[in-house]
């Protein structure tokens, strides 16, 4: 019978032992890089469609070659289904950390939750994963973004009527770009000066959406608009394809990501402004903060934003307005965009002198 005892106490302390090492410190799980070894990084992407997403992978890609992490990049072209698999995929492949853009913030939990039963952490990239215990959150003020372009407009345009178009409804950024845009507008709707002709929001961030939302409102109001908040530059250059000849150019309409066809539409004098959210901050910031979570050492993060719920840890990066004033000063200073490129389709007298 004392045998029998002894054994069964061993047994006790060996599962003991054993689920200790298996389920590690709460968090993010147990698992952890030991010593100096290469961090292997899974980044899942939602779509290359944008010209700054095609940035974001080239610099995360950089960074990790520069700190001799691994770096395995899945794109999911759009399909919650496939970005999901993808991600078990990276899983199942061993990855250390995962980096998540996700196409859909909500659906992206089911990452989370997968993620972390293997004691793998997630960071949160760009767009918020909502509803999960995701370790960080790496992004730009977006909610500035939308009060950004909201103040540039009413500043330019005071009265009138303005159409809004929003990205994907499935995107958690694109509601709070509506956050921040309606924050600075209520109080000019409520008093009369602007009159909202038209709010939607564009599947997918679609341009063709952005198109059809504006020849409705065109159609509305007879051609009488004065602005274009346009969440990003894809819906802004949707926005503009549909305006007659004669109002490209006097209808203010908005942006972000000062893609390379949209400055050059700032510079033509056809789209107004964009925001300009240099990438490598981002994409640098996540690859080394990921290093950081598989080596189980402490985040410097001085924000949170609640996801619905927790205080997600978050590092969030100041955007810029960048219109035809400061574009030499901005995005071709930083070399984001090339100055030839920019106004290629200017005339050379016009060129600003460098």
């Not at 599947?203 to 109001?221: C, H, N, S, Y």
């Not at 080596?295 to 949170?304: F, I, P, S, V």
């Not at 000063?329 to 965009?337: A, E, F, N």
Request: glycine letters at 8%.
């Amino acid at each position: 019978m004392k045998s029998i005892a002894r054994l069964s106490s061993l047994a006790l302390v060996m599962a003991a032992l054993f689920s200790a090492c298996v389920k590690g410190p709460e968090g993010n799980g147990g698992k952890r890089v030991k010593g100096t070894g290469p961090v292997r990084i899974g980044f899942s992407m939602d779509t290359l469609k944008e010209e700054r997403w095609q940035r974001d992978k080239a610099l995360v890609e950089q960074r990790c070659k520069e700190v001799g992490a691994q770096c395995e990049v899945q794109v999911a072209n759009g399909d919650d289904a496939v970005q999901t698999k993808q991600c078990d995929n990276l899983l199942t492949k061993g990855v250390d950390v995962l980096i998540v853009a996700p196409h859909n913030g909500q659906i992206a939990a089911s990452i989370v939750e997968a993620a972390h039963r293997q004691g793998v952490p997630v960071i949160s990239y760009d767009r918020l994963i909502r509803n999960s215990d995701v370790d960080l959150y790496v992004s730009h003020q977006v909610v500035k973004i939308g009060q950004m372009q909201a103040q540039y407009a009413l500043k330019n345009a005071p009265k009138g009527n303005y159409v809004l178009i929003g990205g994907s409804p499935t995107d958690n950024n694109a509601l709070l770009l509506r956050d921040g845009q309606m924050e600075i507008l209520k109080p000019v709707i409520d008093k009369g000066d602007i009159k909202v002709v038209s709010d939607q929001f564009a599947k997918e961030w679609k341009a063709e959406e952005a198109l059809r939302i504006t020849e409705d409102a065109l159609t509305k109001t007879n051609n009488n608009i004065q602005a274009i908040v346009a969440s990003n530059d894809g819906t802004a250059g949707g926005a503009i394809s549909a305006l007659p000849p004669d109002l490209v150019g006097k209808v203010l309409v908005t942006g972000q990501d000062a893609s390379l066809d949209a400055v050059q539409r700032v510079v033509e004098g056809k789209q107004t402004m964009t925001i300009y959210k240099p990438i490598q901050p981002l994409a640098f910031s996540a690859v080394d903060s990921a290093i950081k979570l598989a080596r189980g050492e402490k985040l410097d993060t001085k924000d949170k934003i609640n996801n619905g719920k927790i205080d997600v840890p978050a590092m969030l990066f100041e955007p810029m307005v960048l219109d035809k004033s400061n574009v030499m000063q901005t995005v071709i200073k930083d070399g984001y965009q090339k100055m030839e490129d920019v106004y290629k389709n200017v005339p050379k007298d016009q060129w600003p002198k460098q």
